[in-house]
């Protein structure tokens, strides 16, 4: 369904997007991660014909973002980090607007926006000004939007900004549900939601694919270690000398005592080594019981981390002169967002139904 191939993209001497390639399939739900200056959103504005390339290829449905870009257009839904709505209209207005922009059939427009108010939860503000809205009320009218048309393609930058807890996993429901018959490509700063939604992730770091896989083969991927999370009764130090010795463990880190006598460790061992059944027989043998065994794969945050950490550590290495200049910005396009990858405080800006 999308097609990317070398795709560049400069600005003078920068480089936003260096010769990236990936491709999504049709009704895959696609994760697109990256730090702040990485090419994300340059990398969108490229698909939605919002910018033009400066070499590559981008396909949407087989036509070419360049050559058939209202064709292209009339088959993506795009929600940016900050939604471009008209404030001075309701939201029944602007989204009948939309859809007359979007030339959807005069007999079909009132249905298009009754289901995307219903699908968003916005149908009961539907006579409000939408300057008259709290901002995640603002976030679901700007989703709405997206969906006015029913494109086959919807590409949501940081789609849950401005919503509580409760809604953030409300909408993971929605945007789930939506990937049955649509394509998504879902650029997020808050990787677990990423983790709850996407069947795959594309990483792109400094203007490069750094990786594309799904959580569970890069998590297999990652370091020369395995960990395991286990809660075993007995004396600490008889717990963590025990296991230290069998081999293949490279080491043992008690976390927190569960009840009197049982804690949690972290085992961590090489990775071609499987430890489990040793480790069974050991603290059999000092009368150590296992309660609890699991293996832990790593995050995405981790993985996340690890990646950009690995093409820092080259760019400030000797092969530093491989490095595109200033590849590490993207010209302003990328801008906004959290630096920190972290579930959100909770409530700042939530919903306020009484607004």
């Known amino acids: ?40 959103t340059t990398t969108m504005n490229i698909l939605t014909g919002y910018i033009p390339s400066t070499a590559g290829v981008a396909k949407v449905g087989g036509f070419d973002v360049m050559e058939e870009p209202e064709k292209v257009k009339s088959m ?5 980090e900050q939604p471009p709505l008209y404030m001075d209209l309701t939201v029944i207005e602007f989204l009948m607007f939309v859809a007359e922009l979007k030339k959807v059939h005069k007999s079909q427009r009132k249905q298009q926006v009754d289901d995307a108010m219903e699908l968003m939860r916005v ?82 770091n400094k203007g490069k694919i750094a ?7 890069l998590s297999k991927g990652m370091g020369n270690a395995s960990r395991l999370s286990m809660v075993i009764a007995g004396a600490p130090s008889a717990v963590t000398s025990a296991a230290a010795e069998v081999y293949g463990v490279k080491s043992v880190e008690k976390l927190t005592d569960r009840e009197r006598g049982v804690a949690s460790y972290i085992i961590e061992s090489d990775k071609d080594i499987d430890v489990r059944r040793p480790l069974f027989f050991a603290l059999a043998k000092i009368g150590c019981p296992i309660l609890e065994m699991r293996s832990m794969d790593f995050s995405l945050e981790e993985i996340f981390l690890e990646l950009v950490a690995s093409e820092r550590t080259v760019e400030s290495g000797e092969d530093a002169g491989a490095r595109p200049v200033g590849a590490d910005s993207d010209a302003g396009a990328d801008g906004g967002g959290a630096d920190d990858f972290n579930e959100p405080d909770g409530g700042a800006d939530g919903d306020q139904e009484g607004e």
């Open 1 to 40: 369904m999308i097609e990317i191939s070398n795709l560049t993209k400069t600005y003078g001497r920068i480089t936003a997007v260096d010769d990236i390639t990936f491709s999504v399939q049709p009704g895959e739900i696609v994760g697109f991660l990256g730090p702040n200056g990485a090419g994300k």
């Open 211 to 217: 990786a594309v896989d799904t959580p569970e083969n």
């Open 123 to 204: 149908d009961d503000h539907g006579k409000r000004l939408v300057k008259n809205l709290s901002k995640g009320y603002k976030q679901r009218v700007g989703f709405a939007q997206a969906l006015i048309g029913d494109p086959e393609v919807l590409i949501l930058d940081e789609p849950t900004v401005g919503l509580d807890p409760r809604q953030i996993i409300e909408m993971r429901k929605i945007i789930k549900s939506l990937g049955r018959k649509h394509t998504i490509i879902l650029s997020s700063h808050i990787l677990q939601e990423v983790s709850a939604v996407c069947e795959r992730v594309i990483i792109i």
């Open 76 to 80: 993506i839904g795009y929600l940016p």
